[in-house]
């Protein structure tokens, strides 16, 4: 999920996961991919980091969404844009940004992507 | 399994004092295998193998080839060396790797040595270097071990109805213990106010619910027991050893709260001693957060799931409770250099088991070992008996 558009893995068994793995719990490589631009997830878990690493926006509220999708669910980890959270508040994915400043990070940019996608909460 | 008849035993054990050190690298593991081969009273000259547990020399202070260093400098040349990386779980991989060549019979004789050097650097670049172990979709967003600690401890506390307080009775448990280890880097009880009026560094978790970014090292001499009587009349045995490895991305565990790596480790080495949870006297976990240690104490069976919060409020894990829980202080106060860590927590059984551990001695003949690396992305778990 470089900045395109946010997608789990699908896996010839039907399983389902984010991210891509080479090889999936199948044993075969992923068939194909399940969007998740529009989809709606719930804020399983989150913290809010005082101390975070270099290049990274202090604080830092974190969460792990959990996607209901067939197959599923999906899983993602990432920043929330948004003051405060809540374990079970809802949330989708937002705009490509860039996350953290590859410049400051130990992790050089030609060896992976620092744009990605941040939680927003909705509405129900 | 054994390929040799003999059990692996330790005749030798020793660490440096952890916290801020001006020592590098190099010098840590060296003070650390001197005392090492002191303790153990054996001729340099019989260690065949040397293994180096070390996560990130390379990244630290930009010295590579550690383990070739250590022999040089130790003058234990033409032995076998190796560097050991499993991220925190360095160490205890580093423990498995000497095991591994005594009880094939590969070794008669192998040193294994753990270090880290970090302090130098700040706290930021120093949890840098650590998250460096993350996957890049955790990378990218800043995702730190302490975060994925903050994560954890509010689903924990949110799923078993825990009280915050439960984690700081950890803290200031293991401050306590460590009061009475001459080696530990804060030798300072602290109370349960303190430890819930601390900075919040990844809510719910506070400034005292982290282990301290810390340098040192540690070490042990690994022998076939056979051995071990000729050259040791105060030897102990590794009875059982197991590794496992969890998802390296952590929010696919269907879980949070529970370390699978942790069961498998456990119940591997469970099954070579022939051993169950509740035989175990004393342990020393991977308590790097609060949080990790009541994770621990449950997938390595000493306590049912989502009891292991109570039993730290109860006081079962106390120095004087049923199942001492870290009577070196831990991560928590004796101090995490990384590599060092795994190796540390098994050189506390010796001493534990040899009754040399002074005031903070605890009564039993059988001690586990649990080292976590990455955030229980791979663990290897270590019972050492008394003979």
Redesign the interface.
């Known amino acids: 999920m470089a900045g395109e558009e946010p997608a789990a893995a699908r896996y010839a068994d039907g399983s389902v996961g984010y991210p891509a793995h080479p090889i999936g719990p199948d044993g075969v490589a992923a068939t194909g991919e399940v969007s998740l631009a529009e989809a709606v997830g719930t804020v399983e878990t989150w913290t809010r980091s005082t101390a975070p690493p270099p290049g990274v926006r202090a604080p830092n509220l974190l969460a792990i969404v959990s996607f209901d999708v067939t197959g599923g669910p999906v899983r993602m980890i990432g920043q929330v844009d948004a003051e405060a959270i809540a374990i079970g508040d809802r949330v989708r994915l937002g705009p490509p940004t860039e996350l953290r400043d590859p410049a400051a990070a130990l992790r050089p940019a030609t060896v992976q992507s620092y744009t990605g996608h941040r939680f927003v909460p909705v509405e129900d | 399994m054994l390929l040799r008849m003999d059990r692996v035993a330790i005749i030798g054990a020793a660490m440096t004092r952890f916290g801020d050190r001006s020592a590098w690298v190099a010098e840590l593991l060296t003070e650390a295998a001197e005392a090492t081969i002191a303790d153990a009273g054996i001729d340099r000259r019989r260690i065949d193998h040397v293994y180096v547990a070390n996560m990130a020399s390379g990244?630290f202070e930009g010295h590579a080839g550690v383990a070739n260093r250590l022999v040089h400098d130790c003058q234990l040349i033409d032995a076998y060396c190796a560097r050991i990386d499993q991220t925190s779980a360095s160490g205890g991989a580093g423990v498995y790797a000497g095991w591994q060549a005594v009880a094939s019979g590969a070794a008669e004789c192998a040193l294994v040595v753990g270090a880290e050097k970090m302090t130098h650097r700040t706290?930021?670049?120093a949890?840098?270097?650590i998250?460096?172990l993350t996957?890049?979709?955790?990378?990218?967003?800043?995702?730190?071990l302490?975060?994925f600690a903050?994560?954890?401890?509010?689903?924990y506390l949110?799923r078993y109805d825990a009280p915050r307080e439960s984690l700081a009775h950890v803290a200031v448990k293991n401050h306590r213990n460590g009061v009475e280890n001459p080696h530990a880097h804060f030798q300072k009880a602290v109370d349960l106010q303190t430890v819930m009026d601390s900075?919040?560094?990844?809510?719910?978790?506070r400034l005292y619910d982290f282990c301290p970014i810390s340098d040192g090292s540690a070490g042990l001499l690994l022998v076939p027991e056979s051995v071990a009587r000729e050259v040791s009349d105060r030897y102990v045995v590794i009875t059982g050893i197991g590794g496992g490895t969890d998802t390296h991305?952590?929010?696919?565990r269907p879980d949070?709260t529970r370390m699978g790596a942790v069961a498998a480790a456990g119940e591997r080495a469970y099954a070579m001693a022939d051993r169950e949870p509740a035989e175990v006297d004393f342990a020393e976990l991977h308590d790097m957060f609060t949080i990790l240690e009541f994770l621990q104490s449950e997938d390595l069976g000493f306590f049912e799931k989502g009891a292991g919060w109570r039993a730290a409020m109860d006081g079962e894990t106390a120095l004087s409770g049923a199942l001492p829980i870290n009577p070196s202080g831990g991560l928590k106060s004796k101090g995490h250099p990384l590599g060092a860590s795994g190796v540390a927590q098994v050189v506390e059984l010796v001493a534990q088991l040899r009754g040399e551990a002074g005031a903070r001695q605890v009564e039993g003949a059988v001690g586990l070992a649990c080292n976590v690396g990455g955030f229980g992305n791979c663990v290897t778990t270590t019972i050492v008996e008394a003979v």
């Open positions: 990244e706290t930021a670049e949890t840098d270097v998250a460096s996957h890049p979709v955790e990378y990218q967003h800043g995702v730190t302490p975060s903050g994560l954890t401890a509010r689903a949110h900075p919040v560094i990844a809510d719910p978790l991305v952590v929010h696919e949070p």
